[in-house]
């Protein structure tokens, strides 16, 4: 299965202020999506990201909030824009190869607001 | 869209027993079934998926089962070791649908007394 390389693995930031999530995978892949994970619960989806084009959100979740850019198959950011303490939560990049290939999951960002 | 619900939220076994999770879906139309392992502080990892074209698929120790009809899913994991303990999720997506997201269940935080 493809690397998946997410960065910061973890970031103390200030509410009012923005943070910027990396995601790099070591190979081309066809899908990439952002899950967040609030504590002690499940995985949400908060969008997919399209190669050179908007990102398509999950009900719930906005563009001018979490902007998201992919400008090729093995790259992606996602930024929480200013943030509260209700935005403290782990951040996860996943991928999908070619085919039906099965989703992986980066090591995901913990992040917490203060 | 799909809905994925799952039960128990928690599970303790002993150790060398058998421990059952269960899910079920709402959309006819999903076609893939994996589960994750999620252990604390760490990322989700697949540890067994199936398709709809089966109705069962094992890996060792572990095993996944399929109904489609009752449009439900189950996760079996025998001889459980302490190193189980973690919590799993279901998910379920139509791996011919366009956007191809999972849709995950609400996770099981199985605890294996030793």
């Known amino acids: 299965s493809a690397v998946i390389s997410q960065k910061p693995s973890r970031d103390i930031c200030q509410r009012g202020t923005s943070l910027t999530i990396q995601c790099q995978v070591d190979?081309?892949?066809?899908?990439m999506f952002w899950y967040r994970q609030q504590p002690g619960q499940s995985l949400t989806l908060i969008a997919t990201?399209?190669?050179?084009?908007?990102?398509?959100?999950e009900s719930g979740f906005v563009i001018d909030k979490f902007p998201i850019s992919r400008p090729n198959l093995t790259f992606s950011t996602l930024t929480v824009s200013n943030m509260s303490p209700e935005d403290s939560s782990i951040y996860l990049c996943?991928?999908?190869?070619?085919?039906?290939?099965?989703?992986?999951f980066g090591n995901g960002t913990r992040l917490t607001v203060t | 869209g799909e809905n994925v619900e799952q039960h128990p939220s928690t599970l303790s076994v002993q150790e060398g027993d058998s421990a059952v999770i269960k899910c079920t879906y709402s959309?006819?139309?999903?076609?893939?079934f994996p589960w994750y392992k999620q252990e604390l502080g760490k990322r989700p990892q697949l540890i067994i998926d199936i398709r709809s074209n089966v109705g069962e698929k094992k890996d060792q120790r572990i095993a996944v089962t399929l109904n489609k009809t009752a449009k439900h899913f189950s996760l079996h994991i025998t001889e459980t070791q302490p190193e189980d303990s973690a919590v799993y999720f279901c998910a379920a997506t139509d791996f011919s649908g366009s956007a191809r997201q999972l849709t995950f269940g609400s996770g099981t935080q199985l605890t294996v007394l030793p």
């Open positions: 190979s081309q892949v066809t899908m």
């Open positions: 996943s991928v999908r190869g070619l085919g039906n290939s099965p989703l992986h």
């Open positions: 959309d006819s139309a999903s076609n893939y």
């Open positions: 990201a399209n190669q050179g084009s908007e990102a398509t959100y």
